[in-house]
């Protein structure tokens, strides 16, 4: 267990449908970063969180949207789904703004069908 | 944009070989460098780090890798594999910016 929390671990939804990832940091760090792993893909960056407010943004669709409540914990919001948004999503946390390494959670599957 | 090449797709080696696997990132300036591992079915989890000093670093399980600026690279290495080293290697590159850019893995499968 690395302390970074997501939920749910697996996901199967329809086309066209809309998905709420969760993330829970390691206990003490206010970042929050959110990526897609995809096979075609690899990792990709879609977008950063520091208590609270945005502070990068990757590769995030448009249809993509994330926020990191004052708990801390983030959601990442996908919606309109399409086949290829099939892909692994990983949140990983680190202490502050920039890091030494971060802490990854164990991803959530979504297959889109 | 910074960007970071891992030339080997798939590796395949027979336990008590030796592995070095190649990252090159793409940024002229003062970087961060990683490595990554990700057993089959877990998250990704730090292998080892470099941010300054010695350019040999080492890391957990007897892992290291060397920073070599002049050729923008960070190749990790293990003198002998063993079987349970079976997992997906990712290098990463943090430029300055608070996230990092990893590359696409590299597949090590060790027979045993």
């Known amino acids: 267990d690395s302390g970074v929390t997501q939920t749910p671990k697996h996901l199967i939804t329809a086309t066209g449908q809309r998905v709420t990832l969760r993330c829970s940091p390691r206990s003490g760090d206010l970042s929050v970063y959110w990526y897609q792993q995809s096979l075609d893909q690899g990792l990709q960056f879609l977008i950063q969180y520091y208590n609270g407010e945005e502070r990068a943004k990757g590769n995030i669709l448009e249809r993509f949207s994330a926020q990191q409540f004052p708990d801390l914990h983030s959601e990442l919001n996908l919606s309109s789904l399409e086949l290829g948004d099939s892909a692994l999503y990983f949140c990983?946390?680190?202490?502050?703004?920039?890091?030494?390494?971060?802490?990854f959670g164990s991803g959530t599957r979504l297959t889109v069908v | 944009a910074q960007s970071v090449s891992q030339h080997n797709h798939h590796v395949i080696l027979s336990e008590a070989a030796s592995l070095e696997l190649g990252c090159n990132y793409s940024?002229?300036?003062?970087?961060?460098l990683f490595w990554y591992v990700q057993y089959p079915g877990q998250h990704l989890q730090l292998l080892l780090k470099?941010?300054?000093?010695?350019?040999l670093v080492k890391g957990i399980k007897g892992f290291e890798a060397e920073f070599i600026k002049s050729k923008f690279s960070f190749n990790l290495r293990k003198p002998s594999v063993q079987w349970s080293d079976t997992a997906e290697y990712f290098c990463?590159?943090?430029?300055?910016?608070?996230?990092?850019?990893f590359g696409k893995g590299t597949k090590l499968s060790v027979k045993p």
């Open positions: 940024y002229g300036g003062t970087v961060n």
């Open positions: 990983a946390s680190s202490a502050g703004i920039t890091h030494y390494g971060y802490t």
């Open positions: 990463a590159v943090n430029a300055g910016q608070g996230n990092l850019i």
């Open positions: 470099y941010f300054s000093g010695d350019p």
